[in-house]
């Protein structure tokens, strides 16, 4: 199975993407998708200064693409609200198919890095999409 990652500022938009599975990930911004305020703040805390994300990439039209979504998300506190079920949201709005339930993955403090354990768990996530993508034919 091949696969491709590519960051939002690179992608083409989504109603040119052809793929037998597209997998969109975010970082969970004041309780959901990163919006202009959210970035410049986390800007501010030493982070890249991106102007676009996936709120804005998700503007689109219909698309019929099978879909699962992930984020990154606080631990301590556990906060509501995750990126990956607000994107999911749009997609399935977009027209998408939702092939499993959205993910989080948890970062240490408000800034990260993952905490031990998580990418083990996004890889065995990711192995169990392609298990659910054979047999969804
Ligand atoms: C402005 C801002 C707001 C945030 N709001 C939340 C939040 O509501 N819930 C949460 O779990 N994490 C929140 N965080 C922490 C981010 O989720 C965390 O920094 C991010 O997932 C780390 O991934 P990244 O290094 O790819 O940005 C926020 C971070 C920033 C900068």
Redesign the pocket.
């Known amino acids: 199975m091949h696969s491709e990652v590519v960051a939002v500022l690179d992608a083409p938009s989504l109603d040119q993407i052809e793929t037998d599975l597209l997998i969109v990930g975010a ?5 959901g998708l990163s919006r202009p305020t ?1 970035r410049e ?2 800007h501010q ?1 030493g ?1 890249e200064l991106l102007e676009f994300g996936i709120r804005e990439w998700l503007e689109s039209d219909p698309v019929s693409l099978r879909v699962a979504t992930f ?4 631990r301590h506190p556990n ?1 509501p ?1 995750h990126a990956g079920q607000k994107a999911a949201k749009k997609l399935k709005k977009l027209g998408c198919t939702i092939l499993a339930n959205s993910e989080s993955f948890f ?1 240490e403090g ?3 890095p993952l905490l031990p354990g998580e990418l083990d768990r996004a890889r065995k996530w990711g192995q169990d999409l392609a298990t659910r993508l054979r047999n969804h034919g």
Do not use: I, K, M, S
Not at 27 to 31: N, Q, V
Not at 71 to 74: A, K, L, Q
């Open positions: 970082p969970t911004h004041a309780f959210t703040d986390a805390r982070g984020d990154t998300h606080v906060l609200g970062v408000y800034e990260g």
